[in-house]
């Protein structure tokens, strides 16, 4: 290779369009928004059946508060500057975006019109949630499914798995369609990173707030029975009861928070932390009834899906040539006879 | 638009929001308020750039011998031994037992009480109630095996009588 070719390779620019651009399958990416958008269409029609604090269900009683105390989150001052800046949404403009956001989500789950109808998802999710969070309370849930439902919108997620690619297939029978592109590749990527600075974040601040204190156990279990309590959880106060227990637990949080990042330097970290991850949301769920499920169907971007299809395309083969075999030695085995 | 433009303005779009979340992440725009020092950088607090968040929870340290304080609502039939009453018990949530049932026991707030007995009433072989009362069973923080710690009575609220809801002890929680 010439050298000045081989030095234009290393350069930052191609490094960073190697890392976030190398081509992938557009399916990996099709099957993470009907998993996402379909959770999240899910979590709109029953929204008291994963959350504690559905924010879809409590308009009317935030638009009954007083407006000094609402205070709007950036995007929501952007998604309501047609009406000015800081402009408060009235009840009816949020049922309206509620009903409004259910009924994108069927074309964007199936892919129908995906990036308008995924655009407009995301925009009604980012619309709601914010509102709810404009009144001093928030909470973390929503926050990455709202970024990723972004993310979805502005890729190439109907490539896919969807009535778009069916359209086009059907328009032009003669034309191969592309599998793979160039632009699949970082919506997955991007979310991996925000998971990994999530989980970093929970471990830094932890030790930065408490030092090596928080690694004592008492902690863990302190938080265990105070949410076990509240929520009248009989599992947490049973645990909570085991000082060596939440020691461990201690210990299994802390590692699964602060090593998470390894998913992006060794992909195959992954194979034990987002199962470990995962554990660790269902465990905080069953003791303490914090409801972090809408991490569980984004945890698929870490899953190369093209390939889990591959395999069992090829295990299915095996199996029918297996049972031909069969067949065969059988009828073989009754001519003889 | 053409490929290179579409991964341009993508990039940007990357770079943003990881930007956004590493610096939000780590509280860089709003440093703990304990460090008065640093307090003329708190300019960005969450949720001011939501969905962009930092993950600062159960962060406090707490040590051994700390008490949970555990309400628990108790209904005094007119017969028979009292009952632990839950939310299932009750037909409503947890949330509207701590948020709004035991606020109305510690109100005096009868009749709000009442109203939300009402499932509780409809079911047979449950003798009727003639009063509520608080309990605190608070649990400690041990590394022993027994972390119940001693019980405290709260409020209680007479159902039946007129005069108004008595306080045995009132427990401040």
Known sequence: MPRAEHHADRSWGARWNAYWFRPAPFVDLAVCRLLVVGFQFFVLLFPTLLLKYPPYTMFDHYAALPDDSYHAPLILNLLMLPAGWGARPPLELLQFVYAATIMVGVPAMLGWWTRTACLLFASGNLFMSAYAYSYGEYHH????????????????????????????????????????????????????????????????????????????????????????????????????????????????????????????????????????????????????????????????????????????????????????????????????? | ??????????????????????????????????????????????????????????????????VVNRTVVVGIPQKGKPITLRSRDLGISQRQLREKFVPAVRRGNRESVRTMLRHFDKQKRRAPLNSIQLENWPLKVSSDKEVLASRRMGRRLELESAPSPTSLETAGY
């Open chain 1, 141 to 337: 849930i929503e926050a990455l499914t709202c970024l990723f439902l972004t993310f979805l919108a502005i890729s190439p997620s109907g490539a896919a798995l969807s009535l778009d690619s069916r359209r086009r297939t059907r328009k032009q029978p003669a034309v191969p369609q592309a599998t793979h592109g160039e632009l699949a590749h970082w919506p997955r990527l991007l979310l991996q990173w925000l998971f990994s600075l999530m989980y970093l974040s929970g471990a830094a601040l932890k030790l930065f707030g408490s030092g090596f204190d928080w690694l004592n156990g008492f902690t863990l279990q302190y938080y265990l029975l105070q949410d076990a309590a509240f929520w009248d959880c009989s599992l947490g106060i049973s645990l909570g009861q085991h000082h060596g227990l939440c020691l461990a637990l201690t210990w299994f949080t802390l590692i699964v928070e602060g090593l998470f990042f390894s998913v992006l330097i060794w992909p195959r970290t992954a194979w034990f932390f987002v199962p470990a991850a995962s554990a660790l949301h269902l465990g905080i769920y069953a003791t303490m009834r914090a409801p972090f499920f809408h991490y569980l169907p984004l945890f698929a971007v870490f899953v190369p899906w093209s390939r889990v299809f591959e395999w069992l395309a090829r295990w299915r083969e095996e199996k029918r040539r297996a049972s031909l075999l069969v067949a065969e030695s059988g009828q073989s085995a009754a001519a003889h006879q």
């Open chain 2, 1 to 66: 638009m053409s490929q290179r433009m579409a991964r341009q303005c993508t990039s940007a779009g990357i770079a943003i929001v990881l930007g956004l979340q590493s610096l939000i992440a780590f509280k860089i725009p709003c440093p703990p308020k304990a460090i008065e020092s640093l307090s003329h950088l708190r300019v960005c607090c969450p949720p001011t750039l939501w969905p962009f968040l930092d993950y600062n929870t159960y962060v406090a340290p707490h040590y051994e011998g700390e």
